[in-house]
């Protein structure tokens, strides 16, 4: 199962808003 896409969504957005 690729669930990546689901941990690297949020890890980029908390990033951004960062």
């Known amino acids: 199962k690729r669930r990546v896409g ?3 969504f ?8 960062a």
């Open 6 to 8: 689901a941990v690297v």
């Open 10 to 17: 949020p890890l980029s957005s908390l990033l951004l808003a």
